[in-house]
């Protein structure tokens, strides 16, 4: 068997990275679909109601993820720490 690409999408269903390795973790690939878009009801967002999503840059950092969309600054997004908790549904 031969690995002939390897992707992580940071953000589900923004645009993916390509990987050289990836750490393999109990929830699967590092990095991998940790970060989620909802809109102002909670409810989550995919590229089936929002197809600018394949148009979002997503890369993860040290202390959480670098967003970036053509035409915008972009934008660094802090890891949630300890705090209260947002409902989302998917």
Not at 15 to 43: F, I, K, M, S, Y
Not at 76 to 82: K, Q, S
């Given at each position: 068997?031969?690995?002939a690409?390897?992707?992580i999408y ?8 390509n ?16 970060w989620?878009?909802t ?17 979002l ?18 934008l ?15």
């Amino acid at each position: 068997m031969r690995v002939a690409s390897l992707h992580i999408y940071p953000v589900k269903s923004a645009r993916c990275v390509n990987c050289d390795r990836a750490q393999v973790t109990v929830h699967g690939l590092e990095g991998d679909r940790r970060w989620l878009v909802t809109g102002p009801d909670g409810a989550f967002l995919t590229q089936r109601n929002c197809a600018d999503l394949a148009r979002l840059k997503a890369k993860p950092t040290s202390g959480g993820v670098c967003l970036e969309f053509a035409g915008a600054d972009a934008l660094n997004v802090a890891a949630p720490r300890d705090g209260e908790r947002a409902p989302v549904a998917v």
